[in-house]
């Protein structure tokens, strides 16, 4: 997940320099988010079915 989203933003910058800065700070964040979600979303199966 997180070499997904570091390669989509990382091919998506603008700007120059600052771009690469704002694209690091997005994909940190959404990296996170994304892997809180995940843990969630596993947990949440794992507890229902009893695994």
Do not use: P, Q, R, W
Request: aromatic share 8%.
């Amino acid at each position: 997940m997180i070499a997904v989203i570091a390669c989509h933003e990382g091919l998506n910058v603008k700007g120059g320099a600052a771009g690469v800065g704002l694209a690091t700070t997005n994909t940190v964040v959404k990296s996170i988010v994304a892997l809180i979600t995940a843990d969630v979303l596993f947990t949440a199966v794992f507890y229902a079915f009893g695994i």
